[in-house]
T-cell receptor, first 113, second 112 residues
């Protein structure tokens, strides 16, 4: 069974440019999470979806970040415009439901120059 | 708010040495506790978990016991291998996935 798939694995952009990350969760998983992981730190939740509904986006900087999960399957996370401080690893995870084991993708490493 | 504290790394051990990585937590309720492992170039993987006080989670020779009285969930392994080299994250969940908090991670390097 395929795990959580994220793309791209790496992205290098100049500041003020837009960028998008894509996540394909494990088939049948209703809950999807986006996390931000800064160097040397643990993941921090950005947004959580239950099917297509964003049920917790309190930590998402809404002035520049946006996310969507169309049809309750794949999800995209977008930053526009990117800032130097956005350089980090963006992790996607999915679970059968809230409270179930989370399975993580390998992440997208973003470098903003 | 909830938080997780881990011992600072990196931790460097020789193969077959005993491992302890300390983890303590602060939570308002009775959280579930987890250890995740991240191998180089890979995503986080659940290593073990415990859902109530005095539970012991175990997997791949690793163990951790949920100690409510000391709010701790220390990770132990009796004999580490080079392949155990990774970053280990302690985490808690006090609301069925709605309040999942990770610690900062501890990097373990095992030398042959």
């Amino acid at each position: 069974e395929a795990g959580v798939v994220q793309s791209p694995r790496y992205k290098i952009i100049e500041k003020k440019q837009p960028v998008a990350f894509w996540c394909n969760p494990i088939s049948g998983h209703n809950t999807l999470y986006w996390y931000l992981q800064n160097l040397g730190q643990g993941p921090e939740l950005l947004i959580r979806y239950e099917n297509e509904e964003a049920v917790d986006d309190s930590q998402l900087p809404k002035d520049r970040f946006s996310a969507e999960r169309l049809k309750g399957v794949d999800s995209t996370l977008k930053i526009q415009p990117a800032e130097l401080g956005d350089s980090a690893v963006y992790l996607c995870a999915s679970s059968l439901g809230a409270g179930d084991i989370q399975y993580f993708g390998a992440g997208t490493r973003l470098s903003v120059l | 708010g909830n938080s997780v504290t881990q011992m600072e790394g990196p931790v460097t051990l020789s193969e077959e040495a005993f491992l302890t990585i300390n983890c303590t937590y602060t939570a308002t309720g009775y959280p579930s506790l987890f250890w995740y492992v991240q191998y180089p170039g890979e995503g986080l993987q659940l290593l073990l978990k415990a859902t109530k006080a005095d539970d012991k989670g175990s997997n791949k020779g690793f163990e951790a016991t949920y100690r409510k009285e000391t709010t701790s969930f220390h990770l132990e392994k009796g004999s580490v291998q080079v392949s155990d080299s990774a970053v280990y994250f302690c985490a808690l969940d006090d609301n069925y996935g709605q309040n999942f908090v990770f610690g900062p991670g501890t990097r373990l390097s095992v030398l042959p």
